[in-house]
């Protein structure tokens, strides 16, 4: 390796270096304070809130009920019933205490998670379902107005028996009109003077 190739090695990484403090030493932007020396650590929320609302449900059913009155059925015969050397938990059931404990104590937190992101969708489904109220309340007051201005324009046009009863009325009056011409004007044999027969 050559002088020239450490040079820029070390130019390189000089560049970097100062690069690397100029990003952390921005203004616009916040500070990450590290606290400790332990690694950090990324969790996938939404992975692990799925697995709590699981174990949640879970929980909630006739099937874990039955495992855990069973698993607890097994600890209490076998250290009661069994030999005192192959025993496991002979102080009382202590041991059973601080696994029930323990078990308790990792359920209602997980529990509690499962209920938050259930009343996140709640919100969620509220906030869509009044958005389609609004939408659904506009539509229908679009629609009144719609159907408010076809009655005004209606009673403003003619209608079918409208029209028939004004014909009737025309041809009656036609018909009176007729009559009375008829009437008055003497038809050709009444026009014909008595002289010309003879």
Known sequence: MTDVDTGRKRRG????ATHERRERDRIDQPQEIRRGFMPKFQLDGDRFGVLSEQFARFMGTATFLIWMSVFVIIWLAW???????????????????????????????????????????????????????????????????????????????????????????????????????SADDPGPSASASPTGKG
């Open 79 to 181: 250290n009661w019933l069994a030999p005192v050397s192959v025993r496991f938990d002979p102080y009382s059931f202590t041991f059973l205490t601080l696994v029930l404990s323990l078990q308790a104590s990792y359920a209602a937190p997980l529990i509690l998670l499962a209920q938050n992101r259930q009343d996140d969708r709640d919100r969620v489904a509220l906030e869509q379902d009044r958005n389609q109220n609004a939408r659904s309340l506009a539509d229908t007051e679009f629609l009144t107005r719609e159907v408010a201005s076809l009655r005004v324009a209606m009673r403003e046009t003619a209608t079918r028996d409208f029209v028939r009863s004004e014909l009737r009325s025309l041809l009656e009056e036609m018909e009176e009109r007729g009559h009375l011409r």
């Open 13 to 16: 990484g000089r560049s970097r």
